[in-house]
């Protein structure tokens, strides 16, 4: 498909792992990344991964690259509060001048 | 460093008026975007510059929407006229190339309703 899929809603418990996950469509992307948007706010980036790496590991952030199926998942360990928010899978697309590609978002309830 | 500025933050406005929306960019960055987010959905572009110069429009609706960039710094997005379907947060983003790596940063949006 000619989508960024994402799953829509994820729930999870304060302290729990939280593991979003992405299916892209470009198979020679050579940066994919991961931003969260806070309600009201704008987009801040919290990782990206080079093609060229399976995976990726930033404090309590893991991100997994499967060119192959073209996935990436984004791995919050211990989730907070704080970490309620829309997540938003993006690829920057090789055939464009720098374009992100967007999924829909999924949005992530971190419940006590 | 100072992030990417964009005014307003709220825009309420009838439909058929226009409007019109600020980006300031990081400084040095060479590279400009335009995203729309309608409600529920991801960004999308809309325009992108490198320097002051268009080099991708092909999302822009150019019967209504124009936008620029004087002298390859600050650039202005106008809507003329607005429809109600133009309801969406528009995000300016900068990178000092094309996207690459951690350079994509974004404003903080202006949230356009038409009534």
């Known amino acids: 498909g000619e989508d960024v899929e994402q799953s829509l809603f994820l729930s999870v418990r304060e302290g729990d792992s939280s593991v979003i996950n992405c299916t892209y469509t470009?198979?020679?992307?050579?940066?994919l990344y991961w931003y969260k948007q806070e309600p009201g706010a704008g987009l801040q980036l919290l990782t990206y991964?080079?093609?060229?790496?399976d995976m990726k590991q930033d404090q309590r952030l893991t991100v997994l690259l499967n060119k192959k199926d073209k996935h990436l998942s984004l791995r919050i360990a211990d989730t907070q509060t704080g970490d309620s928010a829309i997540y938003f899978c993006?690829?920057?697309?090789?055939?464009?001048?720098?374009?992100?590609?967007f999924g829909a978002g999924t949005q992530v309830v971190v419940t006590p | 460093e100072a992030g990417v500025a964009q005014s307003p933050r709220y825009k309420i406005i009838e439909k058929r008026q226009s409007v019109a929306f600020w980006c300031n960019p990081i400084?040095?960055?060479?590279?400009l975007y335009w995203y729309q987010q309608i409600l529920g959905q991801g960004p999308k572009l809309l325009i992108q510059?490198?320097?002051?110069?268009?080099?991708?429009d092909s999302q822009l609706p150019k019967d209504r929407f124009s936008a620029e960039r004087l002298k390859g710094v600050d650039s202005t997005l106008k809507i003329q006229p607005a429809k109600l379907e133009d309801s969406a947060v528009y995000l300016c983003?900068?990178?000092?190339?094309?996207?690459?790596?951690?350079?994509?940063?974004f404003g903080s949006g202006t949230r356009l309703t038409v009534v």
């Open positions: 983003a900068s990178s000092p190339r094309r996207g690459q790596g951690a350079g994509y940063t």
């Open positions: 470009d198979s020679s992307s050579t940066y």
């Open positions: 991964i080079f093609s060229n790496m």
């Open positions: 993006a690829e920057l697309l090789t055939d464009s001048w720098g374009k992100l590609q």
């Open positions: 400084s040095g960055h060479a590279t």
């Open positions: 510059f490198q320097n002051n110069g268009v080099v991708d």
